[in-house]
């Protein structure tokens, strides 16, 4: 499977703990986007990379969350000392960027549900 | 005002008939757009991708930009039970940004 690879699917986490949550891209994709959706919500943006660079953390709440992408490796969100409100379905895209000077469309993963108890 | 604005809905047509979706947008310079799917539960599936004015065709569904009122919209032919999801719009603004903004989205049913 050439997709978006996301995990894992399901994390439960106690208040305090960490979360990370783990992201490889499309083949040969190297836009990487996270987002945050709640039930019954819309995709809320949180970050946006390319290999090594945070290029928009506009989306992502400026304590406890990070996120790299590495030069090797899956790309990472952390959140630390987790709460109940960060239970919700984190999504991660890739895209290709531009090809033929035509923006190509991001490709979605399956998700991770974080619960926090 | 909201980046990209979709109806919630739901929107509720019978089995067989045609779906219309509808999203604006506020930024006059967007150049890319995106209709996705969501099943309830699952992640985002890519529809279609429109880039020019006018009308494109894929199967049952029909993509419609009009950069002049600044709506796309999208139209599902022969509605069938299995085409009950939510429907997202996203836009992209080619700023040298390649921040994509999603609308809330609009759930549809169809009616069996």
């Known amino acids: 499977n050439a997709g978006v690879m996301q995990n894992p699917r399901h994390l439960v986490r106690r208040r305090g703990q960490e979360a990370r949550l783990r992201c490889s891209p499309m083949?040969?994709?190297?836009?990487v986007y996270w987002y945050r959706q709640l039930p019954e919500e819309g995709l809320k943006f949180m970050v946006y990379l390319q290999k090594e660079n945070i290029i928009d953390e506009s989306g992502m709440p400026k304590e406890r969350f990070s996120a790299e992408f590495p030069k090797e490796g899956p790309s990472i969100l952390r959140i630390q000392q987790v709460v109940r409100g960060d239970s919700a379905a984190y999504f991660c895209?890739?895209?290709?960027?531009?090809?033929?000077?035509?923006?190509?469309?991001?490709?979605f993963g399956d998700g991770t549900r974080l619960s926090i108890l | 005002q909201k980046e990209v604005e979709q109806n919630s809905g739901p929107l509720s047509v019978p089995e067989g008939a045609i779906a219309s979706l509808n999203c604006t947008y506020s930024?006059?310079?967007?150049?890319?757009f995106f209709w996705y799917r969501q099943y309830s539960g699952k992640s985002p599936e890519l529809i279609m991708s429109?880039?020019?004015?006018g009308d494109k065709e894929d199967g049952r569904f029909t993509a419609q930009l009009n950069k002049a009122s600044q709506y796309v919209s999208l139209l599902i032919r022969d509605s069938q039970p299995s085409d009950s999801a939510t429907y997202l719009c996203a836009v992209k603004a080619d700023r040298g940004t390649y921040k994509y903004i999603f609308g809330t989205g609009t759930r549809l049913k169809v009616l069996a």
């Open positions: 083949k040969g994709h190297s836009h």
């Open positions: 429109i880039y020019s004015n």
């Open positions: 895209a890739s895209s290709l960027g531009f090809r033929d000077r035509v923006l190509q469309p991001q490709h």
């Open positions: 930024d006059r310079v967007s150049q890319s």
